[in-house]
């Protein structure tokens, strides 16, 4: 299997501009989860799909963000407007059971707001 | 609040000892705790779930115990190898999602 892929795997944007991650996760998981990682914040949850349906996003941070995940084989996270404080690498992952099950993360997508 | 910690430490030693994480956690009442390995630039990997039953786990050279009474998880590295040398993170199941420790750094000298 391929496992989680995520593209692009680095984003260079100024701020004010949109900026879109796309995640693609192993084929037969139900759960899909986007997590941001910083030095100050660590690894934080921002949105959990299962079957394509958004369960949690309280850790989205603001309207800024926004995830899609139109099927079972694509999602989307998108900023917009694109802040220097959004700078962080964003991680897709997939599980076959719940949101507290084992997850298997993509390679992350490294992303600098200037 | 709900808080997670690992060592504040990162942890140096010899190929060949056995290195030993800490995860300790409050306000949570997790089904089950997991470690997982980073290396840079490169997402978490899933190494090893403990379930409240549990006592101990093992895996190749790597042990881990969960006393839910100290709430706290200990991780064992036996025979250390500079292949060994990464962060890993602890992990707790609650609302039904994974909250994530900061990591402990182990970096093993040959």
């Known amino acids: 299997d391929a496992g989680v892929i995520q593209s692009p795997r680095h984003e260079v944007t100024e701020m004010g501009q949109e900026v879109t991650l796309r995640c693609k996760p192993i084929?037969?998981?139900?759960?899909l989860f986007w997590y941001r990682q910083t030095m100050m914040r660590g690894l934080e949850l921002l949105i959990y799909?299962?079957?394509?349906?958004?369960?949690?996003d309280s850790g989205m941070p603001e309207d800024r963000f926004s995830a899609k995940m139109p099927n079972a084989s694509f999602s989307t996270l998108k900023i917009q407007p694109s802040e220097p404080r959004d700078s962080a690498v964003y991680f897709c992952?997939?599980?076959?059971?719940?949101?507290?099950?084992?997850?298997?993360f993509g390679p992350g997508t490294r992303l600098l707001v200037l | 609040s709900q808080k997670i910690e690992q060592n504040s430490e990162a942890l140096n030693i010899q190929e060949g000892k056995t290195a030993t994480l800490t995860c300790n956690y409050t306000?949570?009442?997790?089904?089950?705790l997991q470690w997982y390995r980073q290396d840079p630039g490169r997402g978490p990997v899933f190494l090893l779930l403990?379930?409240?039953?549990?006592k101990e786990k093992r895996k190749e050279r790597l042990k881990v115990t969960f006393d839910t009474t100290l709430k706290q998880s200990l991780f064992h590295i036996t025979a250390s190898q500079p292949a060994d040398s990464a962060t890993y993170l602890c992990?707790?199941?609650?609302?039904?999602?994974?909250?994530f420790g900061a990591g402990t750094t182990v970096t093993v000298r040959a």
């Open positions: 799909f299962n079957n394509n349906v958004p369960i949690d």
């Open positions: 403990i379930r409240e039953n549990e």
């Open positions: 992952a997939s599980g076959p059971g719940g949101g507290g099950e084992t997850q298997y």
């Open positions: 306000n949570y009442s997790p089904a089950y």
């Open positions: 084929s037969g998981h139900n759960s």
């Open positions: 992990a707790l199941e609650g609302d039904y999602k994974l909250s």
